[in-house]
């Protein structure tokens, strides 16, 4: 009886583990699908830029950890290094802590433990030095890639590169611009910025000379897309801000680089040679993408040395030091082969002009007055912008010009009238041989459109009376809306909305109705608020937020109202809606815009061309048309890249390119305006799509460009499960099943 009650209570055991074994093996591993990759969720930014720059993630790429090995959570890490930095830093009475290396001072995070404290490192050498000091970095490694080995010294000591050095000082989490506050002068704290680790040395010891490190491939392991999700969660392998500062400081290069754009504020954008990562646009660039930020572009500051454009390249490979200054991260270079010129042309328009049809064109021409006086806009630049209408857009029909400022430019004495700015401009253009454009526009009320103090910018117009005409009517006032009866507008041009506080200190969008072949056509110029305002990309703030998009959204509803009036009161009634948008062809502004009316043209346009302004190392499509429905298919569109992707050096007359249209009269429009085929796209122009749904991937990309600019969703994937096998489950819980019913048959015998 007893040896049978033993067989029963392990019949009972191993019949209930069996069991519990047998539902595992069919369970979710856990884990396996809840567990996700970190969200990568970051609004599009462009915080300094007076038009543009962006950010925002969508599902990335994640590169892997350069941690080898290791399955210790960061935060564990960080414990357990803190604790080791403990013991390897000896306390010394009445001197600093002596430090076993940079590594320990620069620690796992965005600032240093050691700030504002005394310390003593050795063994390390000098790898750049400027005016302020100089670089170092640990000779022997620490060997852990979430810590940098280098940092900037604060010094007047004289040393050179390949100096060994001692050094005494206290830490400081410090601003790079600081240093170059002159004395009697103020420093103010950059806002939205980050800090770099230096150490103000008090004591600097020469031992010898040392070999440099070798420089760290600095692309090869950056997470792509993705700047940071949290500022306060540390994480260099899969968020772009926190992998440069694990490398602050320190030698990097960039294999034998390209040249993305021009030259801005003596910084060079650069992608590595045969980098395949991200798709590439028809000149080699990197297209902003909805939900992304293209964080292999590396910044190079290299002063006045070089006349850069789109599609040069360097010889060589980059070599420089890791530095943060304007609120971007960027090398400092030690060592820059030779510039080589890339062959990149400026453009003319694939569009002509044709006597049964309309061209208009819109041209962002950068702060325009008659002004000529010294920082206002030189005679240079009016006869660079007027040979651009003549000889690279073809002299449209009708130009709506974006930023134009009064004819005094910035003189801050209550001038608001722009007509000497955009007569001085027309002229130009028939001096140099174009057609006799008339202008029009209604001038803002004094300092109340933002821009410049005193410029009082605008948008406004240039038309040929030869070949279209303005409708004749009273023109609006400053601060009388635009509005419409029996279908047309009542005042001719007149401003939208121009009260609402959703255009407070920003442009109002200007409307005027032309008649052009027996056809009525309401064109729109429009410059939206500015991005002044956002988070900056690689600030403090992060995920960075793109606070100033909500009124451009909402700025973009009020003029799809004003559509809709004007199709409710006339179906048959066009509309072209033009200018600087201050946001992308993807974006929800872009959205709000054309609602159900209006078909945007940029978003239907060749994915590998959809850009007119370049900011800091990503093409952008700022600049838009946007039709209305009922010319769907009688449009023919084209950026024009003549400016953007420049330096004044090559001929750039603004920092936008211009985009033009071309509506096709010449059958009857309201017959055609069903029709879905689209013309032929052999000359690069791209043909609209009959309906607004129109997918944005109808013109595809060829085999390099596959995704660009594309607003495909994607699915995010949880992270790779580890350690876990249903089949082993499987095979015990079923070995357990045959050994409980073997037991079961001998209780019975």
């Known amino acids: 009886m007893k040896k049978q009650a033993q067989h029963k209570g392990l019949l009972y055991t191993a019949t209930s583990l069996a069991s519990v074994l047998a539902l595992l093996s069919f369970a979710q591993p856990v884990g396996a699908e809840e567990t996700v990759a970190p969200s990568n969720s970051q609004p599009p930014t462009s915080a300094e830029s007076p038009s543009s720059s962006a950010s925002s993630t969508s599902e990335s790429s994640v590169s892997p950890s350069t941690d080898s090995g290791e399955g210790k959570t960061s935060s564990t890490e960080a414990v357990e290094r803190q604790e080791d930095a403990t ?4 306390s010394v009475a009445d001197g600093p802590e002596v430090v076993a290396n940079v590594g320990t001072i620069q620690g796992e995070a965005q600032a240093s433990p050691y700030e504002d404290r005394e310390v003593q490192v050795s063994n390390v050498v000098v790898t750049k030095t400027d005016r302020s000091g100089f670089y170092v970095q640990d000779v022997t490694p620490d060997g852990n890639s979430r810590t940098s080995d280098a940092l900037y010294v604060v010094s007047k000591e004289k040393v050179d590169v390949g100096d060994k050095l001692s050094l005494e000082g206290r830490v400081k989490e410090g601003y790079m611009e600081e240093l170059s506050v002159r004395q009697g002068q103020t420093f103010n704290k950059p806002s939205d910025s980050l800090t770099v680790t230096m150490l ?20 090869a392991n950056m997470p792509q897309d993705t700047v940071d999700n949290d500022i306060n969660n540390y994480q260099p392998q899969s968020e772009a801000l926190d992998y440069w500062e694990s490398l602050e400081g320190m030698l990097t290069t960039v294999k034998k680089p390209r040249v993305l754009g021009p030259q801005y504020r003596g910084d060079i954008y650069l992608l590595p040679e045969g980098y395949q990562a991200l798709p590439l646009n028809n000149i080699g660039g990197l297209n902003l993408r909805p939900n992304a930020q293209n964080t292999a572009t590396i910044p190079v500051y290299v002063g006045n040395k070089f006349i850069a454009k789109a599609k040069d390249y360097f010889n060589g490979d980059v070599v420089g030091v890791v530095t943060y200054r304007g609120k971007i991260y960027k090398l400092e270079p030690t060592q820059l082969p030779d510039l080589v010129d890339g062959g990149l042309q400026r453009q003319v328009s694939p569009i002509y002009p044709s006597e049964d049809k309309l061209t208009i064109a819109s041209y962002n021409i950068e702060n325009f007055s008659a002004n000529a006086k010294k920082g206002e806009t030189p005679e240079e630049k009016v006869t660079r912008i007027a040979n651009s209408f003549i000889n690279e857009i073809h002299s449209p029909d009708i130009i709506t010009l974006i930023e134009v400022q009064d004819e005094n430019g910035s003189v801050n004495d209550g001038t608001t009238s722009g007509v000497k700015s955009g007569e001085k401009l027309a002229a130009r253009i028939k001096e140099l041989g174009g057609k006799t454009y008339k202008y029009t526009e209604v001038a803002p009320l004094d300092g109340q459109d933002g821009g410049k103090p005193g410029s009082n910018i605008r948008v406004a117009f240039l038309y040929d009376p030869n070949r279209v005409k303005l409708v004749e009517k009273e023109a609006g006032t400053s601060d009388e809306a635009a509005s419409f009866s029996g279908g047309h507008l009542v005042k001719n041009p007149a401003r939208i ?27 729109i110029a429009n410059h939206l608020k500015s991005k002044i305002g956002d988070d900056a990309v690689y600030g403090s703030a992060q995920p960075a937020v793109q606070h100033t998009q909500a009124a451009r959204i909402e700025q973009a509803k009020i003029l799809n109202s004003f559509v809709q009036e004007g199709l409710r009161q006339n179906p048959n009634l066009k509309f072209v809606l033009t200018g600087d948008f201050n946001d992308f062809e ?8 054309a609602g159900n009316e209006l078909i945007n043209l940029m978003q239907e346009h060749d994915a590998a061309d959809r850009y007119s302004y370049f900011y800091r190392g990503s093409n952008q499509s700022l600049d838009n048309i946007f039709i209305s429905k009922n010319l769907a298919g009688k449009a023919v569109f084209a950026p024009v890249h003549i400016n953007a992707s420049f330096m004044e050096e090559h001929g750039r007359a603004s920092d936008h390119d211009p985009v033009v249209v071309q509506l096709d009269f010449s059958k009857d429009v309201a017959a055609l305006s069903s029709d879905s085929s689209q013309p032929s ?15 944005s991937q109808t013109n595809s990309p060829s085999s390099n460009q596959t995704g660009q600019g594309q607003t495909v969703g994607s ?19 079923l070995t357990l099943l045959m050994f409980a019913f073997t037991l079961k048959k001998r209780s019975r015998n």
């Open 497 to 523: 909305a121009p009260t609402n506080p959703a255009f407070t200190k920003v442009r109002k969008s200007l409307a005027a109705e032309f008649e052009f072949k027996g056809q009525n056509i309401v064109v």
């Open 586 to 593: 993807f974006s929800e502004t872009a959205k709000a815009l």
């Open 200 to 219: 103000v040395a008090s004591k600097v010891t020469k031992e010898g000379k040392a070999d440099l490190p070798a420089p760290v491939d600095i692309v």
């Open 87 to 90: 013991v390897a830093t000896q």
């Open 681 to 695: 796209q052999s000359t690069g122009q791209s043909s609209v799509a009959a309906e607004q749904g129109a997918s």
């Open 715 to 733: 699915k995010k994937k949880g992270l790779p499960q580890t350690g876990q096998n249903n089949s082993g489950w499987t095979v015990l819980g």
